[in-house]
């Protein structure tokens, strides 16, 4: 696979509420890549983590979107308050290979009543 | 500033037929290029990418992309379509950094018939 694991595969939540989406990239890789699919915008770039530097949070659509990366390793995508144009899939990626490609995870599918 | 522009949503082929995926890049530097595929209800996976080491680029599943500046053209060509590539295909750049963002083109659905 991609050496990418992200859970849970599926989740369902309703308005309003709070929601933590996690990625787990093999260990070795320094950057760490959040993006999100939906049917209306397409694939967007969210945040990314390279080793100790501050993330890249441009992407991140409203301060109601966090992500923190622990240990160099596991990541974790926080929404606050959710709303309905929130429902999308949400991808992690890790880079690697000789030109930092991106490995993409099978994604959580978010579904926000 | 970096977008592409993939020049058609859908596309559909008859198996052993030529395919013809187009996309056109902007991006304010040297750019690296990719080509992904997803399909359905599966992750996304890398095709192939340029990197400036060559401007024709073999990929995977016999797929190829031929990289010109002068067109800013990077399409993604097969000879002989089979069934099992019906997907959606992205073709995405990245500009600057080598780990920098990635920006998505909107995609092209591949469809295959028999």
């Known amino acids: 696979g991609a050496g990418v694991s992200q859970s849970p595969s599926n989740k369902v939540t309703e308005k309003g509420k709070d929601v933590e989406l996690r990625c787990d990239p093999i260990s070795g890789h320094t950057a760490l890549y959040w993006y999100r699919q939906s049917l209306g915008q397409g694939l967007e770039f969210l945040i990314y983590f390279q080793g100790n530097s501050a993330p890249d949070k441009s992407g991140l659509p409203s301060d109601r979107f966090s992500a923190e990366r622990t240990g160099g390793s596991v990541s974790t995508l926080t929404i606050q308050r959710t709303q309905q144009e929130d429902s999308a899939v949400y991808l992690c990626a890790r880079g690697g290979g000789s030109y930092n490609e991106q490995f993409f995870g099978p994604g959580t599918r978010l579904t926000v009543l | 500033a970096q977008s592409v522009t993939q020049l058609d949503s859908h596309v559909s082929v008859s198996e052993g037929t030529p395919v013809l995926l187009r996309c056109n890049y902007s991006?304010?530097?040297?750019?690296?290029l990719f080509w992904y595929v997803q399909h359905p209800n599966k992750g996304l996976q890398l095709l192939l990418k340029?990197?400036?080491?060559?401007?024709l680029v073999k990929g995977i599943n016999g797929f190829e992309a031929e990289f010109k500046k002068s067109e800013t053209s990077f399409h993604l060509t097969k000879p002989s379509a089979h069934m099992s590539d019906a997907a959606e295909y992205f073709c995405v750049v990245r500009s600057g950094t080598s780990y920098g963002k990635l920006t998505f083109g909107q995609g092209t659905i591949l469809t295959v018939h028999p």
């Open positions: 340029y990197t400036s080491a060559a401007t």
């Open positions: 991006s304010s530097y040297s750019p690296s």
